[in-house]
């Protein structure tokens, strides 16, 4: 998996710039003269040469690609001393090769380039070496997300995934989370799916857009930027616990993204579980630049538009500055705008029996539907597909190069996000006594139509010096988030009770207007997390091996994180209906973690990484390790092997109570149970409390990826990998038939009779995760005519299987994540034009619930299955100046519509499918 990852991004470079390749050293000789090498590289561009020879060679490799546009290469088929090999490849043209302090070859241009180069952003600045002086140039170390060690893809020893900058323009989405949850094995986690996760759909809690790896939920993968973990998202979800909010991160301001399968947890800490999400955000930019987006759907609707600002350069010292401000705007779109979304079970709204008897509510205005059979509601149409947003945010970086290897840096960034979205009127059901209730819809009270607003701020300071085999920083950073949250339309349960007493009989009598007043309050919850960072990192070449120097790595990080909750009185007093009480709270923890890291170069094709970490987290303490080998024993073979530990420790957040309500159950006789206080002919009535439980121990995980890259030649790469991932001491809510086996939940009388029960979360689950990862990249130049590209990301779940304590294991594997998905992209390039075609596949999946079976209703209907789907997306771009380009992308290219039979869905997956069809997106970019 890993070659074909690199080929990937090495292919996808283009107009962003820079292409970093590296492999392990070469095996040196008794005199310290490298090794001959056999090369073979084909006619083509200077680009893709150089690209082929550093994978070849196993060399540090940085140049500007646009910098080196038009330059063609004979190519080369010799076996030479990389150096030798690389003036050879190079003879002839108007380029120089530099080599920095540390190893690093750089070429450069030394007669102008053509224009189209012009209009290209160098990804990476280098300072020229001074008139007379050696070739020396100072640069970044190489760096890629798994390790702590300077490194490229092609050494790392994990599963890693890059997504170039160039790669992000082309796919033609217009934010962070619609990249992300596109790519196969990551599920979305939209803001409208999130927002409905707390007690009740109609007391939302917050609304966060997030992802996930592999079926393991948003607790198990970790968010980074720059290498430093996201604040949570200061609303708790109570299904999903502690979220991470990608909203706030525009596009534009990113420079790539790199994305580790497998635990992370020996070099990241708690919540690597799963994987990893490394967003590195830009440092550099050629001048001013502007981006018009603009985007519609085929129906007139889900208008966004996007203007981004950004300047950048660098000086002659070699200082890099950059700085961007992004506006995007969205329309809301209801539900009622597309035929598909509806329930396919409608909700009987009148009174009724445990005997089954209905009576029709005798109002039943619209959108209520009055038929023969009665007054149904579907509750899907009144909900939104797409929430009204605007965000508002800014970027800023500059690194001050001090000299002889010394920096320091500083980069803000900073956000406002505003949504507005609307959940229909609130539904619920009164309870009368004897058998009998009322479902009734509000609609005196209007729509619940929540409103939210989310502000992040992030500042970091660091300094560094980079040396010949050595290198040290260390920083500083504060994140702060804060969410207001207002809801119009939630009910108030006294109000309610005191008006049917004054005669109101939900959908039989009108609600006198006095008591409407009252009875639909405004209610505003508030939340807010604090984070500081504190870190500091060594790295140092030791002795040399004869695979070239071993590589150690240690360091330091701390973290003090706060959570700040201020729910509404109403709510925090339990006086709304459909809501448990929620405390207002102040809480904070620090954490501390120690890390070492040690790369072995065994030989020219085996590199071994070890890896420890020992982290305090408050109370809990947690040691992960992690190994991983990378053998490649030919040009064309790589293998690679890797296991880890990691763990997520209960944050401020998951130590609450889980979703359920304060209703009485009725528990089977057993004798497992102690005597009964309130028997009964079915078994024994129990009240039912739900409680936080503050003694939850933190989960950990074992994790193994076996991989093999095959390349048969420079223009052709495939790699498979195996990943799996067994998560224990899973915290998981408790049922009232855990009673049967967990004295915990008992709650017993003065006479030790079993009296009530106490449900809350624990740690009682096993969850194991394993899945076949296929990637492969071909490249074909065709001279002038440009150069074509396919792709293909494929991903099949093996296993997704969890395990509860005294229970039996339940299948996940085709419900929220499916069995199969797969990526596949074309792309045709020349210097004036840019066409690529993607298409995404999605596999079938259930259309029930994990642990049961399909209904009877949906089996007799055949809608037991959700199909599979396929979606095109085409992207047209065009060169229309050295320093403007236009571009249209067109997703869901053939107005596929989403089809999700799962009752409560309302026709589609929220967070993975499209709702909104055929939808055009044009571009102007100015340079």
């Not at 010949?468 to 949250?485: C, D, F, I, N, Y």
Request: proline fraction near 7%; charged fraction near 20%; hydrophobic fraction near 40%.
């Amino acid at each position: 998996m890993q070659a074909t990852l690199r080929l990937r991004r090495w292919l996808r470079l283009g107009a962003l710039g820079i292409a970093l390749c590296a492999a392990l050293p070469p095996r040196a000789e008794a005199g310290g003269t490298p090794a001959p090498i056999g090369y073979r590289i084909e006619r083509g561009t200077l680009a893709t040469a150089l690209q082929h020879w550093a994978r070849q060679s196993g060399q540090l490799l940085v140049f500007d690609a646009g910098e080196l546009a038009g330059l063609q290469t004979a190519g080369l088929h010799t076996r030479q001393a990389p150096a030798a090999a690389l003036d050879q490849l190079l003879a002839g043209l108007p380029v120089k090769v530099q080599q920095t302090a540390d190893g690093v070859f750089v070429v450069r241009r030394t007669a102008p380039a053509v224009a189209a180069a012009a209009a290209r952003t160098p990804a990476r600045a280098v300072a020229p070496a001074a008139p007379g002086s050696a070739p020396q140039v100072q640069l970044a170390p190489v760096q890629v997300t798994g390790s702590r060690l300077p490194r490229s893809s092609l050494q790392t020893t994990l599963p890693v995934t890059l997504i170039e900058r160039d790669e992000i323009l082309r796919s033609g989405y217009g934010s962070l989370f619609d990249l992300l949850r596109h790519l196969p094995g990551m599920a979305g986690h939209s803001p409208l799916s999130t927002s409905g996760s707390g007690d009740s759909l109609y007391l939302p809690s917050g609304a966060a857009a997030t992802t996930s790896l592999d079926g393991m939920g948003p607790r198990a993968t970790l968010f980074l930027v720059n290498g430093r973990r996201l604040p949570r998202y200061p609303m708790v979800s109570l299904n999903d616990g502690a979220l991470t909010d990608l909203g706030g991160i525009p596009l534009s301001f990113v420079e790539r993204i790199e994305l580790v399968r497998g635990g992370a947890s020996a070099i990241y800490g708690a919540d690597a579980m799963s994987g990893v999400v490394n967003i590195i955000l830009r440092d550099h930019a050629d001048g001013a630049e502007a981006m018009l987006q603009s985007g519609v759907s085929s129906r007139g609707d889900g208008d966004q538009q996007r203007l981004q600002l950004a300047g950048g350069g660098s000086r002659a010292n070699g200082d890099r500055w950059f700085a961007g401000l992004d506006l995007q705007r969205a329309q809301h779109v209801g539900g009622d705008r597309r035929a598909w979304h509806r329930e396919q079970d409608r909700y009987p709204i009148g009174l009724l029996s445990v005997d089954g008897d209905y009576l029709p509510a005798a109002l039943c205005p619209a959108p209520l539907q009055r038929d023969d059979d009665g007054c149904w509601y579907d509750s899907a149409r009144p909900g939104s597909l797409q929430p009204a947003a605007s965000t508002l945010a800014a970027y800023g970086r500059y690194r001050r190069e001090l000299g002889l290897g010394r920096y320091a840096y500083a980069e803000a960034r900073a956000s406002r996000n505003r949504q507005r979205f609307e959940l229909g009127a609130t539904a619920a059901a009164l309870h009368l006594g004897n058998g009998l209730l009322i479902n009734h819809v509000f609609q005196e009270g209007g729509i619940v139509r929540p409103r939210v607003q989310a502000t992040d701020t992030d500042l970091t300071v660091g300094v560094g010096r980079n040396q010949p085999g050595r290198r040290w920083e260390a920083g500083v950073g504060r994140q702060h988030s804060e969410v207001l949250l207002v809801t119009e339309g939630a009910v108030r349960t006294e109000q309610l009770f005191a008006a049917t007493r004054q005669g109101f009989v939900p959908g039989f009598t009108p609600l006198p207007p006095q008591q409407a007043a009252l009875l639909f309050p405004r209610i505003g919850n508030r939340g807010r997390t604090e984070q500081w960072q504190a870190w500091w990192g060594l790295q140092r070449d030791l002795v040399a091996l004869p695979g070239g120097a071993a590589q150690w790595a240690a360091g330091i990080d701390l973290r003090h994180e706060t959570w700040t909750a201020q729910p509404d009185a109403l709510l925090g007093e339990g006086k709304l209906a459909l809501g448990l009480p929620l405390e207002q709270r102040r809480l904070s923890r620090p954490s501390s973690a120690v890390y070492t890291e040690l790369g072995l170069p065994l030989a020219a094709t085996l590199r071994l990484d070890v890896a420890a970490r020992w982290d305090r987290d408050a109370g809990d303490n947690a040691f992960s390790p992690r190994a991983g080998l990378r053998w490649s024993p030919s040009a064309h073979w790589s293998w690679l092997l890797s296991s880890g530990r990691g763990y997520r420790a209960p944050s401020l957040f998951e130590r609450r109570r889980p979703p359920a309500d304060d209703d009485a159950v009725v528990l089977p006789p057993s004798s497992a149970l102690p005597p009964c206080a309130q028997p009964s002919t079915q078994g024994c009535v129990l009240d039912v409390a739900v409680v936080e439980n503050r003694n939850l121990e933190p989960e950990t995980t074992r994790s193994y990826a076996l991989g093999v890259t095959w390349t048969p030649a420079s223009a052709l790469s495939l790699s498979l990998t195996h990943n799996r991932v067994e998560l224990r001491n899973e915290i998981l809510a408790l049922r009232p038939q855990d009673a049967q086996w967990n004295r915990r939940l008992w709650a017993l009388d003065e006479a030790g009779q079993l009296q009530s029960l106490r449900l809350s979360f624990d740690n009682i689950g096993r969850t194991v995760s394993r899945n076949w990862v296929l990637r492969g990249d071909y490249r074909r130049a065709t001279g002038a005519d440009g150069q074509w590209q396919l792709s293909l990301d494929a991903l099949r779940q093996q296993v997704l299987r969890r395990f509860r304590a005294h229970g039996g294991a339940v299948d996940l594997r085709g419900h929220a994540t499916p069995r199969h998905a797969a990526v596949f992209g074309t792309q045709w390039q020349n210097p004036h034009w840019d066409i690529a075609v993607r298409a995404n596949y999605v596999g079938r999946t259930r259309a029930w619930l994990p642990g049961q079976a399909c209904p009877p209703l949906q089996h007799e209907q055949q809608r037991c299955s959700n199909p599979d789907r396929l979606y095109w997306n085409l992207h047209l771009g065009r060169q229309l100046g050295p320093r403007t380009a236009l571009a249209l992308d067109v997703h869901n290219l053939f107005d596929a519509p989403p089809v999700n039979h799962l009752v409560g869905n309302g026709g589609l997956a929220r967070g993975r499918d499209d709702p909104l069809g055929r939808y055009f997106l044009l571009t102007l970019q100015l340079r």
